[in-house]
T-cell receptor, first 118, second 113 residues
Framework: AQTVTQSQPEMSVQEAETVTLSCTYD???????LFWYKQPPSRQMILVIR??????QNATENRFSVNFQKAAKSFSLKISDSQLGDAAMYFC???????????????FGQGTILTVHP | GAVVSQHPSRVICKSGTSVKIECRSL??????MFWYRQFPKQSLMLMAT?????????EQGVEKDKFLINHASLTLSTLTVTSAHPEDSSFYIC?????????FGEGSWLTVV
């Protein structure tokens, strides 16, 4: 079974600074996707970034980037130039890419609450 | 606008009654939808995979008879919490896949009193 672990229940950062959220996972599969989701108080799930396991290049989306270490099964999220609107719960998630109905079936980490100080 | 819509967003029901939550894909046909449950300040736990035209696949530990899932059309999956009890109070959220993109509904708060 796949597992996703976020070891930081809470993190804080000053506005305009950089913060890194950690995530490790365990799987025996070779083809899978990793995700970071943001969940604000509204509880809406917002995709921050997605990484395909067979792509060695780290995904980036504007101020958000990941450090994907496949051998170490590590998938950290770096938020640069943090903004007040970045404050939320962040979830790391995993999905197998079996090409069938299994894709999209997400295993989530425990979540990290990010606080941004002005 | 929302690509996946859930209804109702909030519902309060009496203990012992049943309540239905709908998950609709608005702009695409979803043969597979997923239902998650989230307790306050906790992670999302997959409850079941909803398959159009066939029985749902439940995760270990999820009571099939309590959480009835029906995927009667390519755009609608429903979760019915039967004989609800206060411990069923939670946030329920669905998702649907279209191509390589996963869309989440807005979620539904269930309070059982």
């Amino acid at each position: 079974a796949q597992t996703v672990t976020q070891s930081q229940p809470e993190m804080s950062v000053q506005e305009a600074e950089t913060v890194t959220l950690s995530c490790t996972y365990d799987t025996s599969e070779s083809d899978y996707y990793l995700f970071w989701y943001k969940q604000p108080p509204s509880r809406q799930m917002i995709l921050v970034i997605r990484q395909e396991a067979y792509k060695q290049q780290n995904a980036t989306e504007n101020r958000f980037s990941v450090n994907f270490q496949k051998a170490a099964k590590s998938f950290s999220l770096k938020i640069s130039d943090s903004q007040l609107g970045d404050a939320a719960m962040y979830f790391c998630a995993y999905s197998i890419n079996a090409g069938g109905t299994s894709y999209g079936k997400l295993t989530f980490g425990q979540g990290t609450i990010l606080t941004v100080h002005p | 606008g929302a690509v996946v819509s859930q209804h109702p967003s909030r519902v309060i029901c009496k203990s012992g009654t049943s309540v239905k939550i709908e998950c609709r894909s608005l702009d695409f046909q979803a043969t597979t939808m997923f239902w998650y449950r989230q307790f306050p300040k906790q992670s999302l736990m997959l409850m079941a995979t909803s398959n159009e035209g066939s029985k749902a696949t439940y995760e270990q530990g999820v009571e099939k008879d309590k959480f009835l899932i029906n995927h009667a059309s390519l755009t609608l999956s429903t979760l019915t919490v039967t004989s609800a009890h206060p411990e069923d109070s939670s946030f329920y959220i669905c998702s649907a896949r279209w191509g390589n993109t996963i869309y989440f509904g807005e979620g539904s708060w269930l309070t059982v009193v």
